[in-house]
């Protein structure tokens, strides 16, 4: 799997004038089934997250509040992607390096994944990044 099925995907938003309401099912809204739901918050200026891979693990990106960028990388192409609104997120598919920066001032990164966290299915290191994605 490459960026190329790493996409934007909208949700549904219910618009009403009391507020607007979006909801996100596994296997309907998002290519998989939702195990894992964490985020990212009280981000100080100027910092980064992310800076790893996953072998196996799907995710779902969606900036709840504010914005910040998310660049991925499968090893041969680099993408910059621009979350900043609640009604759509980023599919990152396993296998591809991701940074998460710019984030603004408040914001908050929502991430719903296909599994439990497990330490064993990150890639940390670029290099053996690569040579996983070398060998297949
Ligand atoms: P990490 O995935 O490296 O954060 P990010 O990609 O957002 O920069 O996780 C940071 C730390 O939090 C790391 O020690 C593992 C721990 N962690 C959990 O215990 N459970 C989780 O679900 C996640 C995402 C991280």
Not at 47 to 64: C, P, S, T, W, Y
Not at 98 to 116: K, M, P, Q, T, Y
């Amino acid at each position: 799997m490459g960026i190329t099925d790493c996409k934007m995907i909208d949700l549904p938003k219910i618009a009403d004038p009391r507020g607007n309401l979006t909801f996100i099912e596994g296997q309907r809204n998002v290519p998989f089934e939702i195990k894992r739901v964490y985020y990212l918050y009280d981000v100080p200026g100027g910092a980064e997250r992310g800076g790893h891979a996953h072998k196996d693990l799907h995710q779902f990106i969606v900036a709840m509040s504010g914005s910040f960028d998310v660049v991925l990388d499968d090893g041969r192409e680099k993408k910059r992607f621009h979350l900043n609104r609640s009604y759509y997120g980023l599919y990152v598919c396993p296998m591809i390096w991701r940074e998460l920066d710019n984030f603004s001032s408040g914001s908050v990164c929502l991430v719903l994944a296909s599994n439990v966290y497990e330490e064993s299915d990150y890639y940390r290191d670029y290099r053996e990044f690569i040579e996983g994605r070398a060998r297949g």
